[in-house]
C-alpha cells in the first residue's frame, strides 16, 4: 500500500512533466508559476491512494490526479483574486506579481487543462468520472458564490456556513477519492464510501483553515494571519460569535466591519480586537469540538469499506497528521 509520502515524488515529477510551452508566455508562465509553489497536494494524493485500495496499478489515476490538482490550483488563483490575498503559500499571488486580468485569463486556461487532463483517463469509468468532476467544478463555484454573498449578511447560520464550506472546499476532497476508487475498480458503493468520507474530512480541513487563519502562523498558513477577519468572512468563528456575544461584543464587531470606519484603525489592530472576542467567548475550543464532529464522522465511513482495515491505516494516519497542523 503507498503512503502518503510514496505518492508526493510521483505527483510532483508529473506536475513538472506539465508541458506550457505555448505562446503567449504571458498566458502560461503564470500557471508554471502557481504549481511550482507546491502545497500538500492532498487532493491528487488521495486520488493515487483511493486507487491503490483497489488496484496496484497507480500509474492508471495519474491523470485525474493531476486533473484534479490544477483544478484546485486555478480555484485557489481566482479565489486569492476575489478576496484580494496578498500571499498563497508563502509568495505573491498571481494578480499581485503579474495583474488582475493575468490571473483570470490563467486561470481560464488552467481549468481548460484540467478538462484535458481528466480526459485522458484510460478507463471505462471515463464518463462516471467527468461527469463527477464537472457537477464537483458547478459545486465549487456555487459554494463560493455564497461565500462572497455571506460577506454582506449578518444572519448566517451554521447550516448556511456548513453547506457553503461543503461546496467550496469538501466535494473536491471527495471528487478525488471517488475518482480514485472508480479508476481502480471500486465498486459503486465502495466509492460512494470514500465520497461520504472526503465530504466529512473536507469540511474538517475547513473548519481547521478557519482556526489557522486566526491562530496559525504565516509559516504554518502560507498565508497572512488574520484575512478572514480583515475581509470580513463569516467563518464558523464569526458566527458563533454573533450568535453568543453580549451587545458590546456586537457592537464592536460591527465598528470594525464598518466601511467609513476603516481609516480610524491598522489590520492589525482590527485583528487584534476581533480575536480577543473570540477568546473571550472560547470560540476556538467550540470550533476545534465541531471539527472532531466531522473527523469522527470521517472515520465511522472508513469502518463502513469491505476491504481490510489495515489497507485504511495510511488514510488514518494522514488525517490525523493533518489535523494536527496547528500543533
Not at 36 to 48: N, Y
Request: with cysteine; hydrophobic share 40%; charged share 25%.
Amino acid at each position: 500500500m503507498l503512503s502518503f509520502e510514496d505518492t508526493l515524488p510521483i505527483i510532483e515529477h508529473a506536475v513538472r512533466e506539465l508541458r506550457f510551452d505555448e505562446p503567449p508566455r504571458s498566458l502560461f508562465d503564470p500557471i508554471v508559476y502557481t504549481l511550482s509553489l507546491g502545497g500538500k497536494r492532498i487532493r491528487p494524493a488521495f486520488t493515487l491512494m483511493a486507487c491503490n485500495l483497489y488496484s496496484a496499478d497507480v500509474e492508471q489515476a495519474l491523470k485525474p490526479a493531476l486533473g484534479i490538482e490544477v483544478f484546485h490550483n486555478f480555484t485557489l488563483l481566482h479565489d486569492d483574486l476575489m478576496d484580494e490575498a496578498r500571499i498563497r503559500r508563502g509568495q505573491p499571488t498571481v494578480h499581485v506579481k503579474w495583474n488582475r486580468n493575468t490571473a483570470v485569463l490563467s486561470g481560464d486556461a488552467m481549468l481548460i487543462t484540467a478538462y484535458r487532463l481528466i480526459g485522458e483517463t484510460s478507463s471505462e469509468q471515463l464518463k462516471k468520472i467527468l461527469d463527477l468532476f464537472t457537477q464537483t467544478a458547478l459545486e465549487i463555484c456555487e459554494g463560493q458564490q455564497y461565500d462572497m454573498e455571506f460577506e454582506s449578511r449578518s444572519d448566517v447560520t451554521e447550516a448556511e456556513y456548513i453547506e457553503m464550506i461543503r461546496l467550496k472546499t469538501a466535494v473536491l476532497l471527495a471528487c478525488s477519492l471517488k475518482t480514485g476508487a472508480l479508476v481502480g475498480g471500486a465498486s459503486e458503493h465502495e466509492a460512494d464510501i470514500l465520497y461520504r468520507f472526503g465530504i466529512h474530512i473536507g469540511l474538517a480541513f475547513q473548519l481547521q483553515d478557519d482556526l489557522l487563519d486566526v491562530y496559525g502562523s504565516p509559516e504554518t498558513f502560507g498565508k497572512n494571519i488574520g484575512g478572514d477577519i480583515l475581509c470580513n468572512k463569516k467563518t464558523f468563528l464569526l458566527i458563533h460569535t454573533l450568535a453568543s456575544a453580549s451587545p458590546e461584543q456586537k457592537e464592536q464587531i460591527v465598528y470594525y466591519q464598518r466601511p467609513d470606519k476603516a481609516a480610524c484603525y491598522t489590520a492589525d489592530e482590527k485583528i487584534k480586537a476581533i480575536t480577543s472576542i473570540y477568546d473571550q467567548l472560547n470560540i476556538r475550543e467550540l470550533t476545534q469540538e465541531k471539527m472532531k464532529h466531522y473527523y469522527n464522522l470521517a472515520m465511522d465511513e472508513l469502518a463502513l469499506l469491505t476491504i481490510p482495515q489495515e489497507r485504511l491505516s495510511e488514510l488514518h494516519r494522514v488525517c490525523r497528521k493533518l489535523m494536527n497542523r496547528e500543533k
